[in-house]
């Protein structure tokens, strides 16, 4: 059970079943009651659903991802923000931007390989997490290959 401070929890006798049966029926029950508090629904995250009432309660948890999304976008734009502009100077530069969710699925092989080309300057980059992104088998890696400098002061041979 989940409390707010220093409340007491008592679980009545039972005398119909044994212990055991007690508390399995009460952890029971309290996961169905999170379920529906976190979730939304049942249907999705307990035992013995049925098709349809799986997919409502999909859709339930869907609406319900959604509004809690928005729900932060509204308190890290209208609350967190201008505190942390009022409380330090440090923040001020956060002044005139808002938190957005970013909602892309992912990057097109186009857009990977330019990051690739972009960040490879700077970073060193998994290799077998690039062939699972790209699909492009890499065999092998080059070396940097250097010019020699020629010295002007040296005399060519004859």
């Given at each position: 059970?989940?409390?707010?401070?220093?409340?007491?929890?008592?679980?009545?006798?039972?005398?119909s079943?044994?212990?055991?049966?007690?508390?399995?029926?009460?952890?029971?029950?309290?996961?169905?009651?999170?379920?529906k508090?976190?979730?939304?629904a049942?249907?999705?995250?307990?035992?013995?659903?049925?098709?349809?009432?799986?997919?409502?309660h999909?859709?339930i948890?869907?609406?319900?991802?959604?509004?809690?999304?928005?729900?932060?976008?509204?308190?890290?734009?209208?609350?967190?923000?201008?505190?942390?502009?009022k409380?330090?100077?440090?923040?001020?530069?956060?002044?005139?931007?808002?938190?957005?969710?970013?909602?892309?699925?992912?990057?097109?092989?186009?857009?990977?390989?330019?990051?690739?080309?972009?960040?490879?300057?700077?970073y060193?980059?998994?290799?077998?997490?690039?062939?699972?992104?790209?699909?492009?088998?890499?065999?092998?890696?080059k070396?940097?290959?250097?010019?020699?400098?020629?010295?002007?002061?040296?005399k060519?041979k004859?």
């Open positions: 059970m989940v409390g707010r401070g220093q409340e007491k929890f008592e679980i009545g006798k039972d005398t079943t044994d212990a055991y049966n007690t508390f399995d029926k009460l952890i029971e029950r309290a996961n169905l009651e999170m379920s508090r976190i979730v939304g049942t249907g999705t995250s307990d035992e013995k659903s049925y098709t349809g009432a799986a997919n409502v999909a859709d948890l869907e609406t319900k991802h959604k509004l809690d999304k928005f729900f932060i976008k509204v308190i890290i734009n209208n609350h967190l923000i201008p505190r942390l502009v409380l330090s100077p440090a923040y001020a530069v956060l002044a005139n931007l808002k938190f957005q969710w970013d909602d892309t699925e992912s990057l097109t092989l186009k857009e990977i390989l330019e990051a690739v080309k972009d960040l490879s300057s700077h060193e980059f998994d290799i077998d997490e690039l062939v699972n992104r790209t699909g492009l088998p890499i065999t092998a890696i070396q940097a290959v250097t010019t020699p400098s020629i010295d002007p002061t040296s060519k004859k």
